[in-house]
């Protein structure tokens, strides 16, 4: 089938729910990338849908994205959920901005973001119900390794490479604390109502180290040094080691050679318009800058 046909397949799953009072017609909103989103309307108000099925590849789990969702609207951080289908979520609709990375890197976004990341850490595992899963970014890119040499990827010379380079870099990260982690602050995961933020999207949530999201909040945000100290240092109140700070860095680095991988595995299996390739591009650079900067210090 091909995006279109999804496409119209995702709405009628959405319109089909027997959530609804009354008939409704779901309007398809913009940014999902592993999701069909859709803002719909009934008798008793606006809800935001989100469809989609498994996807092995990525270790996206629905029954893992439905309960930490439910967590997360439990700890206050994202809106409630208010339904659940096979293959289908439906929450409640917030107005509010999805924020950039340049909104995100600013000192004062910064402070209100780190009181979300200490809630997710520390309080969502109090209110995650059934089993979950654990986020391992060393076995996810073992993983993709598999599964770019099983598709004949373009990138296959590089694969020994990418897993020697993650073999040394899970060395330096060292032994970790777990936490419940969100493990994809993109910025657009972030939304400012105008009086507060919420996070969103747990499709990759799991038991993690809390050094994952600090550093993929900032590669993907491309966060300043000063203001990563700054950041390393309010989250664990203490000032910040050289031990922490090269475990820190691996873990940088790791969060870049992931989504390096996810972007290569995209380039063969998705069927969404998007330029997977220059993606990959954009974070293999990135990727080689961090790591000689790791390596050189």
């Known amino acids: 089938m091909g995006r279109s046909g999804d496409i119209m397949a995702a709405i009628d799953v959405a319109r089909n729910l027997p959530f609804w009072r009354g008939k409704v017609e779901p309007k398809p909103v913009k940014g999902g990338i592993t999701n069909a989103n859709f803002m719909v309307e009934d008798a008793t108000g606006r809800y935001f849908v989100r469809v989609g099925a498994d996807i092995p590849i990525h270790g996206v789990m629905r029954f893992n994205e439905m309960a930490a969702s439910r967590a997360a609207a439990a700890c206050g951080l994202s809106p409630e959920v208010v339904h659940q289908a096979p293959g289908a979520l439906v929450f409640r609709y917030i107005e509010a901005k999805t924020l950039s990375a340049e909104d995100i890197r600013p000192r004062a976004m910064l402070e209100r973001i780190l009181p979300l990341l200490r809630t997710c850490h520390r309080e969502m595992p109090k209110e995650v119900r059934g089993p979950v899963l654990i986020f391992w970014v060393f076995h996810v890119v073992r993983d993709y390794a598999h599964t770019l040499k099983e598709g ?91 031990q922490l700070w090269r475990s820190y860095r691996a873990m940088k680095c790791a969060s870049l050679l992931r989504e390096t991988m996810w972007s290569m595995v995209q380039e063969i299996h998705s069927e969404l318009d998007f330029d997977y390739p220059a993606y990959t591009a954009d974070y293999r650079g990135r990727l080689e800058r961090m790591y000689a900067e790791f390596k050189g210090s």
């Open 152 to 242: 004949k990827s373009q990138h296959l010379a590089d694969i020994p490479a990418l897993l020697a380079m993650a073999a040394e870099l899970e060395k330096a990260v060292g032994p970790v604390d777990i936490v419940f982690g969100h493990n994809d602050l993109l910025p657009s995961n972030f939304m400012d109502d105008g009086k507060r933020l919420w996070l969103i999207d747990w499709d990759y949530a799991g038991f993690n180290s809390p050094l994952f999201d600090l550093s993929n909040l900032a590669s993907n945000n491309e966060v300043s040094e000063a203001d990563e100290r700054w950041l390393l240092e309010s989250y664990f109140e203490k000032p910040l080691t050289s």
